[in-house]
């Protein structure tokens, strides 16, 4: 179950000592590429790693040009708060599929028909100030890229800073600055290279230099995941900007998260390998036939037409990367469904189950008999009785509305694609069928062991309310129905005080779940409750940095021995900037 915590992801630290050679390492001719910069080659000097780190982004960008991933951009317009440091006013919501193969080519999946125009390194269209921001989402997707043409030594000046742990990856820092005449669309920065194969696992800093008198080009924080053996790809980005000005004099303040998944969707697709079959002995399936009854009723077959339809469905959504594989989070959520259907004596056949939709806004829906919330709504919730509340009204939505997927029993109707499933699906009810499942719902509350516990509930609606001007694209769902807003629940919760350390209304975005980039699996992050200073750090709703605890990739069921994080025989390793004795 999800418990009351602040949960926020962790970043670990830690830096190797510097040779006292950096000097003299750093000194040798870095105009050409070194003997020793091949794959598998000892990296003794500065050089060498550089050499390396070069060959292998080049790489990397032929390896990144091979996947569709989706992405999904959510940008927050920011203004100046006395006392909260800078809240939300208007807020932006991307999801489309990434064409990578000629380099930037993105095409929505929120609609169709809408094909947006390539604003080569600039995700700003037009700006007057933080009410007339137009956002490209092209120009977000290029930030997972440091510089597609010309990352070499004829462009770039590299500095060696140190190495860093970042997770259980130690990685080699360095800082890349353009060569003067070296041409636009360059990358000025940091960045963080794993020190076995020389991956750039981070890049953090701004494309130089701006071109135009209303251009601009934002600072970024770009992060890849190691997925598979050898293979990092991009997955996480933040920007943001809190100090701009266009050339009106108009301040220019937002925070912007894009996360990129379903890499593996075509793996997805693929029909399973007849050596995954397992054959029964022919006496097996006689004996299994015989105790069925051959003939079903017309009440059955029914059943079993709406269950196939569930099924149709929910496989196609998984399949175009809209519904995550079931796993660990479903469990959590069918133990508190669970817990409201023993209190309430109900019980409802075929069992209830539950998934995870991918994509951040804030929406639930029940397809058959699985209920569905969304990633970004299992983010924010601040506790366990905010989440009965959520599973309640869909859990409501079931009994008294039955939703009817008739039509989704022909598997022709569900066979879609990734690009087309938001304009062909949708599960939001009729403003009738929410009043009378939220009816429903607040009595299964009443019954249930949270009852005492929904001021928490209460207060979360409270602060969801209080948001709904300023954060319209978060709370306005795409295949659902939004949270309901139930008016007893939130005058019984406490009043709201955003100045208040310990009154925590909603969480952050992106605070609970996390999503593996390659197969689209969800699970709860482990992280430990961290105390407020201020109340400018409970931050509701808010986008906030990515700081990923990076890990090389491990086999499904391996196990680690001895030094789990593998930190003691890493630090033995020798520096590059520390020559060799």
Known sequence: ?????????????????????????????????????????????????????????????????????????????????????????????????ANLANGVGYNSMLD????????????????????????????????????????????????????????????????????????????????????????????????TPVSGINGFNLHFDSWRLNVQPGLWLPAFVFSQESDLKDFLGNNIRFKAQSRLWGYDLKSANRPEEFSELTIEAPTAIQDQATAQQQDRS????????????????????????????????????????????????????????????????????????????????????????????????????????????????????????????????????????????????????????YKDKLGAAGLFLKQLDAEEKALPALINPHLGNRVTLYTELMNSGPALEPTKIDQIAAMQIGARVKLDPWNDRVELLRTKAVPLVSAREKMPFEVTPFMPFLTRYQKPGAEVVGDPQGKTALAKQQDPAQPQQ
Not at 146 to 165: A, C, I, S, T
Request: hydrophobic content about 40%.
């Open 112 to 207: 169709a028909k809408q094909k947006g125009k390539i604003s080569q390194l600039n995700p700003l269209a037009h700006l007057g100030s933080y009410f007339s921001s137009s956002y490209v989402p092209e120009g977000f997707l290029q930030m997972i890229y440091l510089d597609e043409n010309g990352f070499d030594r004829q462009h770039y000046q590299f500095d060696y800073v140190r190495r860093e742990f970042l997770g259980d990856v130690r990685c080699v820092v360095v800082d890349v600055t353009p060569l003067p005449k070296s041409g636009k669309g360059r990358f000025k920065g940091r960045i963080w290279a794993e020190d076995q194969d020389f991956a750039i696992v981070r890049f953090n800093g701004v494309y």
């Open 298 to 449: 017309p009440i059955e077959a029914e059943r079993e037409w709406q269950h196939q339809a569930e099924v149709n469905v929910l496989d196609r959504l998984q399949k175009t990367g809209l519904v995550a594989p079931p796993g660990e989070i479903d469990k959590v959520l069918e133990t508190v469904v669970n817990n409201l259907e023993v209190t309430n004596n109900l019980d409802i056949e075929p069992e209830v189950h539950c998934r995870v939709m991918l994509t951040g806004t804030l929406e639930s829906f029940t397809v058959g008999h699985t209920i569905v919330l969304s990633r970004g709504l299992l983010d924010v919730l601040p506790d366990e009785a905010s989440l009965a509340t959520m599973l309640a009204q869909e859990l409501a939505n079931l009994i008294v509305v039955k939703p009817n997927t008739d039509q989704w029993g022909f598997n022709d109707t569900t066979n879609v694609s990734t690009l087309e499933a938001l304009n062909h699906f949708s599960f939001q009810d009729t403003p009738d069928e929410i009043q009378a499942a939220g009816e429903k719902a607040a009595q299964i509350l009443k019954n249930s062991p």
């Open 1 to 97: 179950m999800l418990k009351h915590k602040s949960f926020l992801f962790g970043i670990v630290l830690s830096s190797a000592l510097v040779g006292a050679g950096l000097g003299q390492a750093q000194a040798a001719d870095q105009s050409q590429p070194q003997a020793g910069a091949s794959a598998g080659a000892p990296v003794t000097t500065v050089t060498q790693a550089v050499d390396r780190i070069i060959a292998r982004e080049h790489d990397e960008i032929a390896t990144i040009r091979r996947y569709t991933p989706i992405i999904e951009t959510y940008i927050q317009d920011m203004k100046p708060d006395k006392d909260l440091g800078a809240v939300p006013v208007r807020d932006h919501y991307f999801l489309g599929q």
